[in-house]
Structure formats: structure tokens, C-alpha cells
């Protein structure tokens, strides 16, 4: 599957996916340019959140921040002699601060140094193989698979299929929603983002953020459906110079916080909030310290305790 020649010299380095709401429509399109297969599964909890993943023959590709971690499955590898002429080959994109090899940008073992893959071979019974590289450009993996398609005897043109690149394009493109304007009052706005944002016991569905005088952060919430019986829930909190002053969890409320309650915004809900401080810089400050608020429990939570057996 030929790539087209970067129009800068940066052009062709991955672009950084950490806490990135739509890393999967980026994954998806990476895996499809370098024709290797796309694998469903589970949203990551990592510092990219994403669901899919790719594999190639014995090969599993998934997604670091800047690059991709492929590893080939046990006793399973690329032959040491084929490792070395695709560490070796030219890199077809010229400048001055491009790498003069592919072993530049298809590292050996993920090492920074770009090792040669004699010094990180592994011994199996076929012989000496490498089994891991972290690639860092789009070129990079278009090679890598282009070997491991060559080495496997399977179809130039790859084993994504359009059809399946489509639905997945398409679902995935159906959960990313962008953050709008709920309401606007005197001089508060109410922005809102309804997402789906699945958790083992309920399923985020919206999120609420008010700001005040275009800077300040007056509120945020987060509202949620229960998975077992649907049912709805609420929590909110108010904030005055980046202090919590007061909460709503639907069947009570106060003034202060909660003493023992949980973290409100962990991993998986940052990221939506990052893209707010982007539309509305002039609250970016303000948000992050109501964020990192949330972020901590209360000063008086406690974790349940594991139970053997359980």
C-alpha cells in the first residue's frame, strides 16, 4: 500500500496520542495505511485510550503515545539476517533531521540507542530472531509490515478490509461528540459534551462545565446511567477560585464537599476536559485546578478493603 511522500519533514512522525478522546479514528487510519488487520477489544486504561489494536501474522501492534510497540508472539520473530536488511534500509524521507535508516524509526527492542539487532537477537529453535521494536513514523510501520508480509508469503495489498475499515470508521466516529453550548445566563455559560463513557457499574453520559465571566470555573458535573438498572445519577460540584464551596448528588446536597467521596475525574474523563481548555483558553487555568480538585478524594475517604476470595 504506497504512502505518499510527507510534504514536511515532520510530517511523517506519529502524532502523540496520549490522553487523546479520538485516538482510535487515529489508529484506525494507521493500521490501514500500513495494511495491518484491526483488532476490537477493550477501551485501554493506559495513557492512550483507545479499543483497537492490530495484528499482522504472529505479530501485535499496539499504540504508545509517539509510537507503536509491535511484538511477535513467543518462540516467533523476524530472522536475525531480515531484521538486519530492514535496519539497514535507506529512509526514503530526505532532510536534514530525518534518520539516515529505518533502524531510526523501527527501534530495536525500543531502545533510544537504535541498536543494531545482532547486540538484541533472541535465541529460539529457528534460529536467532528480534521480536520487538517500537516504530516511530508511518513509514516506519508501513516497512515493518511489508516484511512481515513478505516473510509470511501473504497479499501485498494487506489485510485490511474497507468494508470492515468503514464500519469501524463510522462507529467509532459515533461515540465523539464535541463539547456546545447548553445554555448561556447573565454571565455564566454552560458548556456540555454527552459521551459514552462505560465503567463496570454505570455509564457516563454527560458532562457539565459552567463558566463564569469567560475565566472562571463555576461548576462542573458529570451524569451517569447505572448498567445494571439504568438508573440515573448526578455529581456535581461548585467552585469559587478553584475551591470546592459546595455539591449535588442528586438526593442530597451542601456546602464544603463530601468527606469521604471518591475521585470524581480520573484518566478516562480528563482527556474530554483538555479539550475544553483548548475551545475556552481564558478558563484553561481555572479548570485545571478545579480538575486536579476533583481529581483528589475526600479528605476523609477511605478505599474498600480487598477481601480474600473476592
Known sequence: MALQKPNSENDDKMKNLAGETKADLHILKELEEAGVEVVEGERSRGEVPYTLTGQLADWNFSRAWYYWMANAENGKGLPLEVATELH????PVKGERQPKTYGQVIRVAGHAGCPPPEEWATKTSHGKVIDSYHVDAQWGLNALAGVIRTLHNMASSGTADPKEIKRLHDKISSLYVEWETDQQQDSVEWLKKLPTIAYDDRTVT??????????????????????????????????KAGQITGFNYGNFSGPGQILNRGPEIDERLRPHYEELKTLRPNAADSLEHCMQELEKPGPEYRPKPDFPGE
Open 88 to 91: 539497514n534500509r535507506k529512509y
Open 206 to 239: 454527560e458532562l457539565l462545565v459552567a463558566i463564569k465571566d469567560e475565566s472562571e470555573i463555576a461548576s462542573i458535573a458529570k451524569k451517569w446511567k447505572d448498567n445494571q438498572h439504568g438508573l440515573g445519577g448526578i455529581a456535581q460540584h461548585f467552585f
